[in-house]
């Protein structure tokens, strides 16, 4: 396109309808892409995980619905990404949550169902911070693996379908700030590490 130089893209608190045009996975030195708090509406282009350079999406506050796209997970660059308060469906993309540079991730207020990725392991790079996966359909447990996010100071689960007992292994989330699991059907005890 013309404006393949461009590195911000800020259309936010606007009243921007229709989709989001795929187009603008030309933009190769986008950094940031702000369109959230407008009325977009069809799927999240799958292109745009072409855009290598990107460090910011925030795409909340529409009408997306769909699945979010896998692609994203390839955004090696991204450091925020917020999808939240759409209609998004399905589940979180595998490899989202152990993106090496990604310090906010919020997915909150969408229907996304299944459970919590458990993808990254004791020895992961993630450097994530911030975790809102509230206000969706999520089920199964906690995952023991949520205790590898070592930077982690903020966890909302909480307003999901999520069952079983809070894993003693949540202790070693030293950084860990604030926590909200309510509204969910956990059971067992209250860990006393908590």
Do not use: C
Request: net charge negative; no cysteine.
């Amino acid at each position: 396109g013309r404006m393949s130089s461009l590195e911000s893209l800020v259309l936010s608190d606007n009243m921007f309808s229709g989709a989001i045009p795929t187009e603008l996975s030309n933009m190769q030195s986008l950094r940031e892409l702000v369109l959230d708090e407008n009325i977009l509406s069809g799927e999240i282009p799958e292109t745009l995980g072409a855009l290598k350079e990107l460090s910011v999406l925030y795409l909340s506050d529409n009408d997306l619905d769909g699945s979010i796209p896998g692609t994203l997970s390839e955004l090696r660059k991204l450091t925020d990404l917020q999808l939240s308060n759409n209609a998004l469906t399905s589940s979180i993309p595998a490899g989202l949550l152990a993106l090496h540079e990604l310090h906010r991730l919020y997915l909150d207020g969408n229907s996304l169902t299944s459970s919590i990725p458990s993808d990254f392991n004791a020895d992961n790079k993630a450097a994530l911070k911030d975790l809102q996966l509230h206000d969706n359909l999520l089920t199964g447990t906690l995952p023991q693996s949520l205790s590898w996010l070592h930077h982690l100071e903020t966890l909302y689960l909480d307003q999901n379908d999520l069952e079983g007992t809070i894993p003693k292994q949540m202790q070693m989330m030293r950084s860990l700030r604030r926590l909200a699991l309510d509204n969910n059907r956990l059971s067992g005890l209250i860990p006393p590490e908590l």
